[in-house]
């Protein structure tokens, strides 16, 4: 009996141990239900993404766009001209030019500018399928985790920006906290693409 009874015991023992000090769990795999509504949710973040205070600093080329019609920004302004020595803060400041009194000028958030040459996170011109893969890619979006990107959509100052962008410019197809809430059930599902 003696053996066995201290088998059950090392066994109870290695168990309060396991239970006292928990390895990190893997991230459970998500179901095929939220896989499907990841997909699903990601085509409706796409049309913000694709709305133009979004694309116009998410452009193919290396000049942002303008208006809701994207226009190539005014005075040549492109990665070019912020290299030779002219910030976008030159002009845009950390808050809307009405803000500080100047109705009808540049639009603000902290740290204006666009994403860098090599890691430019293009979404002008491209497939929900191709923003997706490029969106969770740690190669291309600056070594950010699904959970990094979900904090970046659900707060930075300049994704907010994009819901109160200053005199009459219009605002994405939904709500920040409708956008918000897809992009978790996105990333809930695993960052699956359409
Ligand atoms: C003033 C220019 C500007 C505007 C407007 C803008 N972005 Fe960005 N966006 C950036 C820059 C710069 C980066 C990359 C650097 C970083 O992480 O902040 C970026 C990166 C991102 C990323 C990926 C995270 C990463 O770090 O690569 C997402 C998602 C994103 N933007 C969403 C949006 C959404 C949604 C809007 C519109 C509501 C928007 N952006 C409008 C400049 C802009
Ligand atoms: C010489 C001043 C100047 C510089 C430098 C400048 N901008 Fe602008 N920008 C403006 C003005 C003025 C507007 C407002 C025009 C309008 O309402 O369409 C504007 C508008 C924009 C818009 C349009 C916002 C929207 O959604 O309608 C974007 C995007 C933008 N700028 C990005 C940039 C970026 C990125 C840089 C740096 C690479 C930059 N700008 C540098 C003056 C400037």
Same mark, same amino acid.
């Given at each position: ?16 141990v ?6 990190? #769990?893997? @991230?459970?795999?998500? +179901?095929?239900?939220?896989? %499907? =509504? /990841? ?7 796409? $049309? ?23 226009? #190539?920004? @005014?005075?040549?302004? +492109?990665r070019?001209?912020? %290299? =030779? /020595? ?7 400041? $950390?808050?809307n ?13 902290p740290?204006w500018?666009?994403?860098p040459?090599?890691m ?26 699904l959970?990094?990107l ?21 605002l ?5 906290d ?9 990333v ?7």
């Amino acid at each position: 009996m003696k053996p066995l009874v201290w088998a059950l015991g090392a066994c109870a023992l290695t168990a309060a141990v396991a239970l006292a000090k928990p390895a990190a #769990p893997p @991230a459970p795999a998500p +179901s095929a239900g939220a896989i %499907a =509504a /990841g997909q699903r949710a990601f085509v409706t973040v796409v $049309t913000v993404l694709k709305s133009p205070r979004c694309v116009n600093c998410h452009p193919a080329g290396d000049r942002p766009l303008q208006g809701d019609d994207g226009h #190539p920004h @005014a005075q040549n302004i +492109s990665r070019r001209t912020v %290299a =030779a /020595g002219v910030p976008c803060s030159t002009c845009h400041q $950390t808050r809307n030019s009405e803000a500080v009194g100047v109705p009808g000028g540049p639009p603000g958030a902290p740290s204006w500018g666009l994403p860098p040459a090599d890691m430019p996170m293009v979404f002008q011109g491209k497939t929900a399928t191709e923003i997706c893969e490029q969106m969770k890619d740690p190669a291309r979006n600056h070594g950010k985790s699904l959970a990094q990107l979900l904090d970046h959509a659900t707060s930075d100052p300049i994704v907010l920006w994009g819901w109160a962008p200053g005199g009459t410019r219009t605002l994405p197809p939904i709500s920040h906290d409708q956008f918000a809430a897809l992009f978790k059930t996105w990333v809930d599902g695993g960052g699956a693409c359409p």
